[in-house]
């Protein structure tokens, strides 16, 4: 399959492409971003530009792909709404309705995070701008899929650029495997999260938004 890329200097993108790189299934990664990877892979091809959703440069591209796994966001630690909101729904958004338009074939798989509220209505602000992109991702012309994992061990050397993130993993970092035990739909680790995306592109799922424990059971062998 060919796969386009969102985020993938993130720490979940950096686990989704460095999966995508290793399997068999991936034929192509097409990595659109503000700056370069600094990777060299053959099945690696990088769109560095200021504006990573503008996809006028490969307009006549799209129809080729086989799947959208899109990793770009932002805390919304200390962000209004309104800023977050543009950064997270509407960037979203954009790259979903080109896609839908020029290839209702594609599968397009969404990064979002438990505790997401599908109703938009709740308390939480976060919550409320993740459950509106999710369900306007959902209602578009292609097979969209939603990523609901909970805490994300980060993998493979890779570091979450957000410093709160960093202090907690820090803390956390040695009770995550028994916490995976003792709770296993509240965490991942950034390679599950790229084999379940490479599954899901590949034979879809069951259900349409995925938690953390079927994140996990799609990302088996």
Known sequence: MKVILFG???MIGRGVLAECL????????????????????PKLRELVQPDPTDLSA????????DACFFCLGVSS????????????YDLALKVGRELAAANPKLTFIYVSGQGTDSTERGRSMWARVKGKTENDLLALAFQAYMFRPGFVQPMDGVISKTRLYRAAYAVAGPLIPLLKRLAPNAVNDS???????IAVAASGA????????EITARAAP
């Open 8 to 10: 993938a200097t993130g």
């Open 22 to 41: 290793r399997d068999d299934q991936v034929e192509q990664v097409l990595a659109l971003g503000r700056s370069s990877l600094g990777i060299e892979n």
């Open 58 to 65: 490969i307009a006549g591209e799209l129809p080729e792909f």
């Open 77 to 88: 630690v200390g962000m209004k709404e309104q800023d977050y909101r543009r950064i997270t």
């Open 191 to 197: 390679r599950e999260i790229g084999r379940a995306m």
């Open 206 to 213: 069951d259900t349409r938004v995925l938690t953390p424990r």
